[in-house]
């Protein structure tokens, strides 16, 4: 157990939807001594508001099930440093950083970060959130963003990139966000996340949801994406040797159950993934009509 003085209630919450990924990464931060929640079958942008609902909790280490955590000290030291210094968050920029992503830095990616709930909820609600107009706040948010994090391709514009958008612009408008600096590994994909003092807390390997499908079923849908159970499993003897740690051993009743549990998540998801094509239907509509309405405009002036 890691001794911590942290004047706070931490829990870790990771959102899993597979057993087996889970139970190799919180075996590497189950030494924190603090209590650890598995959450499934949430919405993109719902288990933020589970985390917050949990009232017996007052700072979230949110970390995915894909992210593996090579510094449980580092991870501590970091909560001690958001609540000393009033962040609400911290964590990976969208956008600009070493994420294969080039999305909104303003926002944190949800792979890790640590959330002080208990300031975020001196002014959260669903209304305010829904509320918050980041158009109006872009331009003091955009300076004052720190620009060292701002190395490879970004949009600060982008509002509606993921589902849990807009809460990640809310909670940047109304508190202060700590960005973290991060690197790419040397696999070209994964994300090396660190602390303050530019010291990895985590490796986060990306591309999860094809962990557990076959090889060939990936190919099908989305050619090239195969082989990333072989590379995650490579981060994963990677995280477990910096900690020195062996790498769990499953039994067959253990194999059961990854497979039972897949097959319960992956139930509950198609169902969730049908209900939420209208909304996705409506998003790709309406930005490639706001597309075809600028092309327009910029045809005219020509």
Not at 176 to 199: A, E
Not at 244 to 255: C, E, I, K
């Amino acid at each position: 157990m890691i001794s911590h003085d942290t004047p706070c209630r931490v829990k870790i919450f990771c959102r899993s939807f597979d057993l087996r990924l889970y139970r190799m990464s919180s075996a590497l931060y189950a030494s924190m001594g603090i209590p650890v929640v598995r959450l499934t079958d949430q919405k993109a942008d719902g288990y933020f508001y589970t985390m917050l609902a949990d009232t017996s909790c007052d700072v979230a280490v949110n970390v995915d099930e894909d992210a593996f955590v090579v510094s449980p000290e580092r991870v501590m030291r970091l909560v001690r440093f958001v609540v000393d210094n009033g962040y609400a968050n911290a964590g990976c920029p969208d956008g600009g950083g070493a994420c294969p992503r080039s999305g909104n830095p303003i926002v944190t990616n949800p792979f890790f970060n640590v959330f002080n709930l208990k300031l975020i909820r001196e002014k959260f609600s669903v209304e305010a959130v829904r509320a918050y107009r980041y158009e109006l706040h872009r331009p003091q948010l955009e300076a004052a963003f720190p620009v060292e994090r701002l190395q490879t391709r970004y949009d600060f514009s982008r509002t509606d990139y993921e589902p849990y958008y807009p809460f990640m612009l809310w909670l940047a408008g109304n508190f202060k966000t700590l960005y973290l600096p991060s690197h790419q590994h040397s696999d070209g994909i994964t994300t090396i996340l660190c602390d303050v003092d530019d010291v990895p807390i985590c490796l986060h390997t990306w591309f999860a949801r094809f962990y557990s499908t076959p090889t060939w079923i990936v190919n099908l849908f989305q050619k090239g994406m195969g082989t990333q159970r072989a590379r995650i499993n490579d981060v994963i003897h990677e995280a477990y040797t910096q900690r020195a740690m062996s790498l769990p051993v499953f039994g067959w009743t253990d194999r059961l159950q990854f497979v039972a549990d897949r097959l319960v998540r992956w139930l509950i998801k198609i169902p969730q993934r049908i209900m939420g094509w209208p909304r996705k239907w409506r998003r790709w509509y309406l930005r490639h009509r706001q597309a075809a309405a600028l092309s327009d405009g910029q045809g005219g002036q020509a």
